[in-house]
């Protein structure tokens, strides 16, 4: 990642630290910005009790599970991809983010989007597909289908962590993670490389 890039991220991350935009900060223990590089950006919904530990996004089981869809696209942090989510702090006892506090920390988020400019954007789950997107539908519905705004592809998939409630799910992520490596080699990288599609 390009110095400058490094040092917006740094500069926004500051920022970040400092928010009180929403009653969120009050009640966790620190804030977890975002981490990886520049490539796919993928969007969560919030922290949970281990990313608050840690401040690092998607550590826990979900974490480990993304982390292995992630590779099977041939992505991976440390490389080709940037992991975030809609709101930075911890909702108390993993609630969902009301509409207040996600609208509150969009700034942020949009914010990443113009330091990292990718072109490729995953939404995991309703959370990041309403906040994202303002989208009307489900996120059953609206999984596997495309939407451009703005330049970027948005692709909606379900959130690991519904995979791991229901794992009859993973066939049609596999989907979606098959259509995001055809879009990525399109509009990205020709050669980009991936271990199983
Ligand atoms: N779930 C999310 O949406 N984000 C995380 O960082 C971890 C779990």
């Not at 959370?127 to 330049?151: C, F, K, M, N, Y």
Request: net charge positive; aromatic share 6%; charged share 25%.
């Amino acid at each position: 990642m390009s110095q400058e890039i490094m040092a917006q991220l740094e500069e926004l991350e500051k920022e970040v630290l400092t928010c009180r935009r929403c009653g969120l900060r009050a009640g966790c223990q620190q804030v977890v910005f975002g981490e990886g590089r520049p490539g796919l950006f993928v969007i969560g919904e919030g922290p949970g009790a281990d990313e608050d530990r840690l401040g690092r996004p998607f550590v826990g089981a979900a974490g480990q599970l993304l982390d292995k869809i992630l590779a099977a696209g041939g992505f991976d942090r440390k490389t080709n991809a940037y992991i975030a989510n809609v709101v930075k702090c911890r909702p108390p006892a993993n609630r969902i983010p009301t509409a207040q506090e996600c609208a509150a920390c969009l700034p942020h988020l949009k914010a990443q989007l113009e330091i990292l400019k990718p072109k490729i954007v995953l939404l995991l789950g309703a959370t990041a597909l309403h906040a994202v997107l303002q989208s009307p539908l489900g996120i059953t519905r609206a999984r596997g289908i495309w939407q451009e705004q703005d330049g970027i592809y948005f692709l909606p998939t379900f959130h690991p962590a519904a995979l791991l409630r229901d794992p009859r799910r993973k066939v049609e992520v596999w989907q979606d993670i098959q259509n995001l490596v055809a879009k990525y080699r399109e509009v990205v990288d020709p050669g980009h490389t991936s271990p199983f599609c």
